[in-house]
């Protein structure tokens, strides 16, 4: 007669040791699953580092270029005071060497009307005449437009006291660009460069007559 006992206790035991298994299996997994939660953690720790120094080294970052900005505005705000005062000291005589007599000149000239404003570098007056001079450190063909520009468009809505007068106008510059000049001639400006040793030299070619924007 089978023993049903002796099948039960077997079956039992290797339920007992097919749960320890389990148990084992489960607790191996929960050991891996803790191991990779640690490291989980380690690297997001690790990622919010790296991402606060990223900051940090932005900020940083961005006070450098502002302070360099700064420096590089303040120190083309030097050279252009600089230049304007070597141009100013030499601009009469070369004007005078350009045929015109008898004017007073003026320098940094603003005025605004609303929410428009217009800055005049030199402003040269004379009898019935006025030379108005547009000084840049390197002259460019954009400086040149927009100088004509404002000569046509602008110049006599801020300065109507010289509707009567013959009006010019003149650019100078300590470098030019490529071709500016002949731009320059084209659009009837006189053209004037810096040179050495406080010499201001007038580029027109012999003959060139000035465009005179007070005309409509």
Known sequence: ????????WKGLEEL???QKETDRKIKEIFKELAK????TDRMIKETNRQLKETDRMIKELSLEVKKTTRSVAELNGVWKSYSEKIIFDNIE?????AG???FAISKGIK??????????????VGDGYVVVVETKTTLKVKDVRGFVKKLKDKFLEFFPEFRNYRIYGAVVGINLQEGVEKFAFKNGLMVFRYKDKGEVEILNPEGFEPRNFGVV
């Open 36 to 39: 990779l939660q640690r490291e």
């Open 1 to 8: 007669m089978k023993d049903y006992r002796e099948e039960f």
């Open 111 to 124: 005025r605004r009307k609303g929410d428009k404003e217009i800055e005049i570098d030199f402003l040269a």
């Open 93 to 97: 005589d070369a004007l005078k060497n």
């Open 16 to 18: 007992r040791r097919s």
């Open 100 to 102: 015109f007599q008898d």
